[in-house]
């Protein structure tokens, strides 16, 4: 029988974590011949994610270089990518979400006349500089891509809208399916100054923030935020993994470094990020990724941005988006503080972004899509 050789390739962090269940799906199948090649655009938090789900990549472009700006990204992932795709020639490569490497991939992909199936398809703010560069990454994705596995039907609505007919596949989000590794495992923190947080008599806030269109006067704002938090609940301790671009680490430890009752760490295990999670009164966030998971732990979020792509959790009650302003931060987060009755309309459990089978039904796509069997899967609905 004829066997599907994928490539799929990723290099951040969040791209890692939502594609390796679908890596370890594709490798369980007969019909697919899944190799990896990894980006390292992120080097460390991606190298944390592969161990965790050993994973061990087939190539690696080891193209990160500490604040390296996106045209550089961008032109060092298209030769080696290139490269790799000239010698293996794969039927399909596979990439995933919004970022420079997802694109990049595609882009190299298609220089090659090789296939493309983009794994998160569809989301959109419809602001192209809001998340930056992120919006317009994922549309363009949506003119390279021949295979669109859009999470939700609102995605595959979007995608349509913009004139793609052919393709599109409703699956739900790859991160429901990597819970099911994380999550769920009696297991104990793997780092010491998480067992330092007081879980037990406070409310703990997970804190994350990242993005570059928050750089700069919204990053303080924010920050700036979480210190009124601070000093006006004396029962909280906000827990802030902070990740490594110096763009964020400087301001980061500058505002919020040394203060009692906030913990700023080095990047966690993504199974200790779920526990962390798991065990928070709430999460305040402008990842992508954690406006997805949080929901699915039950626990509301606080959206640090203008605008999101995600607006599933927010029709669901679960998630409100902020905005950058202190003041509204202060004020939003603090209603869920003091009002038992608010918190409690938003920290139920809802699931809008999938049902932990978006691998299978990628996986079961792939196979029709290359005639290997003769019936498309069910689509993802809630
Ligand atoms: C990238 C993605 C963003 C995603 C985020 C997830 C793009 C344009 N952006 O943003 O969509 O939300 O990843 O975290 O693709 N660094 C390290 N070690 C690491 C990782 C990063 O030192 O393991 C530092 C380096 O100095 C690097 C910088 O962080 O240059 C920024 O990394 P980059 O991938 O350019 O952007 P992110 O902000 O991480
Ligand atoms: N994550 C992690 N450790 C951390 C912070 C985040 O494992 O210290 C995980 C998180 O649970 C989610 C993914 O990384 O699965 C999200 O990555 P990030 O916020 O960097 O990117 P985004 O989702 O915004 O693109």
Redesign the pocket.
Known sequence: MKTIKILSVFG???EA??MAPLAAELSRRSETENTVCVTAQHRQ?LD??LKQFGISADHDLDIMEPGQTLCKITTKILDGLGDVIKKTRPDLVLVH???TTAFTSALAAFYEQIPVGHVEAGLRTGNRYSPYP?EMNRSLLGRLADYHFAPTAKNAANLRREGIEKGIFVTGNT?ID?MKYTTGKNISYSRDDLRTVNFKSRRVITL?C??RENYGKPMENIFGAIRDLVTTFDDIEVVY?V?MNPAVRGPASAMLGGIPRIHL?E????T???KL?SESFMVM??????QE?APALGKPVIVLRTETERPEAVAAGTAVVAGVRREDITRIAGILLTDAGEYDKMAKAVNPYGDGRASERIADCILYGFGLCDRMPAEFSI
């Open positions: 951040t962090r969040p974590v939502k938090m944390g994610v979400g919004d970022t992120e991160v990597a994350t990242h993005r993994p990740h760490t990047p966690l295990e993504v200790d990020m779920h999670m966030t402008d990842s992508g990724g954690l998971e």
